[in-house]
């Protein structure tokens, strides 16, 4: 294994509640992973990263955990984990897992002992806080919609919960609660898996003596990222756990942390290989750009100089210290194409395509989610009633207390919602996608009749070919790795350019991010470069004068010299 190998793999997410159901209870499980691993291997990822198979209550999906050491009957069971772990270590891949320690489950034993009495010795692995004036500790909100505070009855306290209130915040300050989080990797680490996503991680510290945030007109409970994010000893505690849990053999594992609110600042201390913290971070700038001033859900459109200039900034920040990844999609976000592409028209492909494109050409480890490779859409939501997802529920939930726009509420679920990420995965034209040979949890795209995997894989240049041939470049193109990325046309509303330049050769990444087709004035060095991937059938082996035509949603890569 080659140092720092992780900078030339591609990471391939897997939503197992909805990638495939070998057991017919319309919910995802390992039995189905394991009989589609070909597929990825087809694909040509190096990385799977499962999000949460432990046990739950499931009231967040899986990233609410009552034992870190077993999996969800729901999903399969230990036995079955071992399998795929052994399949997966067979193709070649390897296997990463989800690590969600900021909270666990309210249903954890933990958290059990903990609120049983305010004298049991767990009573500090969380956070529990007297009523100020009758009412909750401070005015910081949940993730989820209200206070970020429970009331706990039978001891007579509130406990602080970021996200639902069956998902209590562990107070990391307490240096068992951190033994008890290293204890549970390392078991893992023995079982042979090969990293961690950590969810939210940069959550794990807050601000000492959990002051109220920066209150805002008419409401009562408000963000308060500001008070725990990247806190005082997030970066001593995550130093800690790397130092103590891969003890020198760091160089097998990949580590990325979920940041919310990360700065490129903070970013380049987590990631700064001299630290030995992590070794990539999820930022949030890109997924932000669409939103207004009240939240994820007011949505405003793309503007795609902000979008360029966000993910820019992040290009610059790391590149002397420090590691991006690059990702459109998770769990959590809605379906690229429809976001910032152009999915209901005959640019549906090309605009995956080109989204891609420059994704995957710049500077970082880069990820890809179930789905997006076959340039999967958002549902068409309609009403309150087809989300699932309880970010969702409780938003409109509160929208509807507060008297407020229930039409707008219901634009920014349609458009934002996390439910669009999750719809099952869809891999032929049959019923239910193939994806179950039951009730799907969450219905299936109506598109898939002809928006499918086996239509796909059989067709040349589809949204999957176009993928298999980004993640090959990723590996064959060392400049791709290492090359120092320079951003052109910055201010131009529909052009996305930049060059990756390493001592030997350059690369020229170019997309026309829009259905107007443009003509675009490039350096002299280019002439006569290579094409070494387009999305349009056609298009010239060589670029021939520093004109360059670019139709709609036209993408593509040369290399010079
Ligand atoms: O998400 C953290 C997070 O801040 C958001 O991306 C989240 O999806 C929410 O919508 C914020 O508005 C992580 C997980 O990825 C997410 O699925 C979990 O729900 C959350 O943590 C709690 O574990």
Redesign the pocket.
């Known amino acids: 294994m080659t140092a720092d190998w992780w900078k030339t793999a591609v990471v391939y997410q897997i939503y197992p509640r909805s990638f495939a159901d070998s057991g017919g209870d319309g919910i995802g499980d390992l039995g189905g992973i394991i009989g589609r691993l070909d597929y990825l291997k087809t694909l040509g990822v190096d990385v799977i990263w499962l999000?949460p198979v432990y046990r739950s209550p499931q009231v967040?999906?899986g990233?609410?955990i009552s034992d870190y050491r077993d999996v969800d009957p729901v999903f399969g069971s230990l036995a079955e984990f071992d399998a795929l772990l052994t399949h997966v270590h067979e193709r070649g891949m390897k296997l990463v897992m989800d690590l969600?320690v900021?909270?666990t489950s309210d249903e954890h034993p933990w958290f059990v002992e903990s609120r049983s009495s305010r004298d049991n010795p767990k009573r500090d692995w969380y956070f529990w806080r007297d009523a100020r004036d009758g009412a909750e500790p401070n005015n910081w909100g949940s993730?989820?919609s209200g206070s970020a505070w429970q009331w706990d009855g039978k001891t007579g306290q509130y406990y602080l919960h970021?996200?639902?209130r069956k998902?209590p915040d562990l107070n990391w300050e307490h240096p068992e609660v951190r033994a008890a989080v290293r204890d549970v990797m390392t078991w893992w680490l023995d079982r042979g898996v090969d990293g961690f996503r950590m969810?939210?991680v940069n959550f794990i510290s807050k601000v000492a003596g959990l002051p109220d945030a920066t209150a805002v007109p008419d409401r009562q409970f408000v963000s308060a990222i500001a008070e725990f994010a990247d806190g005082p000893h997030v970066h001593e505690y995550l130093a800690e756990l790397s130092r103590e849990v891969f003890g020198g053999r760091e160089g097998e594992f990949i580590t990325v942390g979920?940041m919310?609110g990360v700065t490129p600042e903070q970013a380049r201390l987590y990631t700064d290989p001299a630290r030995g913290e992590l070794n990539m971070v999820f930022q949030?700038e890109h997924v932000s750009v669409d939103q207004g001033p009240a939240?994820?859900f007011d949505y405003r459109g793309l503007d795609l100089v902000i979008l360029k200039k966000a993910l820019y900034r992040w290009q610059l920040a790391l590149a002397e210290v420090g590691w991006n990844s690059l990702y459109w999609n998770?769990?959590?976000?809605p379906r690229v194409v429809s976001r910032f592409g152009d999915d209901g028209s005959q640019y549906w492909a090309a605009s995956a395509k080109a989204l891609a494109t420059v994704l995957h050409g710049m500077r970082g480890t880069p990820f890809v989610y179930q789905g997006e490779e076959l340039g999967m859409t958002n549902y068409p939501f309609r009403t309150a009633q087809d989300h699932q997802d309880l970010?969702a529920i409780n938003y409109y939930r509160d929208v509807v207390e507060r008297g407020g726009d229930t039409e707008a509420a219901l634009v920014g679920l349609a458009k934002i919602s996390?439910d669009n990420a999750r719809t099952p995965m869809q891999w032929d034209a049959g019923p239910n996608a193939g994806f179950t040979a039951g009730n799907p949890w969450l219905p299936v795209n109506p598109n898939h009749a002809w928006l499918n995997a086996d239509a796909q894989l059989a067709e040349r240049d589809s949204v999957f070919t176009h993928y298999q041939a980004l993640i090959r470049l990723r590996h064959e193109w060392p400049i791709l790795r290492d090359g120092d990325f320079t951003p052109l046309l910055e201010d131009d509303p529909q052009i996305w350019a930049y060059t990756r330049r390493a001592p030997v050769g350059c690369l020229l990444v170019i997309a026309n991010c829009g259905r107007e087709p443009r003509t675009v004035e490039i350096a002299a060095e280019w002439i006569a470069a290579d094409l070494l991937l387009g999305n349009l059938p056609g298009t010239a082996a060589t670029a021939d004068s520093t004109s360059l035509h670019l139709a709609g949603w036209d993408a593509r890569i040369y290399s010079a010299g």
């Open positions: 999000s967040d999906n990233y609410d969600v900021n909270h993730f989820f970021l996200f639902d998902q969810d939210v979920e919310p949030f939240g994820k998770n769990h959590d976000q970010e996390r």
